[in-house]
């Protein structure tokens, strides 16, 4: 059993399911990448793992304990941080007060974890009194997963980080994630730069239609010609 797992993963929004069995996994040090076609459910099994989408069936462990009925608060007091697709700053706050609601949570003192975010992303200490809706999308994406650390989390979450940038910043922010994962910190993340992003997995996760399509080391994925022709585009 991984860190986290979401195993056997059923449910959706009300209507029909749109996870049907599907399942997640990473340790601690590990990046696992989940790619797949547009609407596949993604980002409904982050959700899922998160606690904010209810699940039929299944469960989700953390530290190999169920916290399937536990709720995205109680998640993240328990090291889970997710990063979600859209809105995930303040875009009329300061990049430091970002960073300071990202750890609302906290009663200590998380200047260091800020001058940490600060040695990883050193443009946002830069820019930290700059309004976070005046950054470029990487920048706003760096605040974003700056937010995520700033709970000191043992797993960290992110859907689709790289979306919209441009190539060589998506080339940073791997580089940046690869340091994460140096930490000791679990990354399970979605991408639509699947080849990139499956070049520096551990794991990746082909999800079609809210099932497992394909489960292996991100090497052995690129490699697949089913995988390649079908889903990284030759
Ligand atoms: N909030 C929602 N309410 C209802 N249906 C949704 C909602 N979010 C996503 N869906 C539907 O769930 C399916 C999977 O979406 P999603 O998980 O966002 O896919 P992916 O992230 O793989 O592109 C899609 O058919 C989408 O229309
Ligand atoms: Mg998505």
Not at 79 to 90: D, K, R, S
Not at 204 to 212: K, M, P, R, S
């Amino acid at each position: 059993m991984s860190f986290l797992t979401g195993a056997d993963m059923y449910g959706g929004y009300g209507g029909g399911d749109i996870l049907r069995g599907c399942t997640v996994a990473v340790d601690k040090g590990e990046i696992v990448v989940m790619v797949g076609p547009n609407g596949a459910g993604k980002s409904t099994a982050m959700k899922a793992l998160f606690g904010m989408v209810r699940l039929r069936r299944g469960e989700v462990r953390l530290a190999g304990q169920a916290i399937t009925q536990l709720s995205p608060q109680g998640r993240v007091r328990r090291g889970m941080a997710f990063v979600p697709q859209t809105g995930n700053i303040f875009t009329t706050m300061t990049v430091q007060e970002n960073l300071e609601m990202g750890a609302f949570l906290r009663r200590d003192d998380i200047s260091e974890s800020m001058e940490r975010v600060f040695g990883l992303f050193p443009v946002l200490g830069e820019k930290r009194r700059q309004t976070a809706g005046e950054l470029s999308g990487g920048q706003r994406q760096q605040v974003a997963i700056g937010r995520a650390l700033m709970t000191q989390p043992a797993v960290l979450m992110l859907d689709e980080p790289t979306a919209g940038v441009a190539p060589i910043v998506m080339d940073e922010l791997f580089d940046r994630i690869l340091e994460i994962r140096q930490a000791g910190i679990a990354v399970l993340m979605v991408e639509q730069n699947a080849r990139q992003a499956l070049a520096i997995a551990d794991r990746g996760f082909v999800l079609v239609t809210g099932e497992n399509r394909f489960t292996d080391s991100g090497r052995a994925l690129l490699t697949n010609p089913e995988v390649r022709r079908s889903f990284l585009g030759g």
